[in-house]
């Protein structure tokens, strides 16, 4: 079993940067990729980006590539998004999840996750 917390979220104008940090613990050796999701009211949960923890080459979908960062601490086994130029369409629920699949292919669909955080609220707003 892989437990996944999450922390950080919250409120911020458009324009601006959160970073959120999912902390994982128990069988972490598990875990060979760490994603990022994301569920805004009404919406189905979307993929963000993922990041394999051995090769640490991440990958992101469209919607926030350039703007959102993937970036993971070995030593703390923890995973970080880093999320600058914000915009109100980001407003989100958002997940990390940790999957123990040695698919050597890009994990994007939320079939491919074991583990899941808690969630944490993302807003985007004036």
């Known amino acids: 079993q892989v437990q996944l917390v999450q922390s950080g979220g919250g409120l911020v104008q458009p324009g601006g940067s959160l970073r959120l940090a999912c902390a994982a613990s128990?069988?972490?050796?598990?875990?060979?990729?760490m994603g990022w999701f994301r569920q805004a009211p009404g919406k189905e949960r979307e993929f963000v980006g993922t990041?394999?923890?051995?090769?640490?080459?991440?990958y992101y979908a469209d919607s926030v590539k350039g703007r959102f960062t993937i970036s993971r601490d070995n030593t703390k086994n923890t995973v970080y998004l880093q999320m600058n130029s914000l915009k109100p369409e980001d407003t989100a629920a958002y997940y990390c999840?940790?999957?123990?699949?040695?698919?050597?292919?890009?994990?994007?669909?939320?079939?491919?996750?074991?583990?899941w955080g808690q969630g944490t609220q993302v807003t985007v707003s004036s």
């Open positions: 999840a940790a999957s123990e699949s040695r698919s050597l292919v890009v994990l994007t669909s939320q079939g491919a996750y074991d583990y």
């Open positions: 128990g069988r972490t050796f598990s875990a060979y990729a």
């Open positions: 990041i394999k923890w051995s090769v640490g080459n991440a």
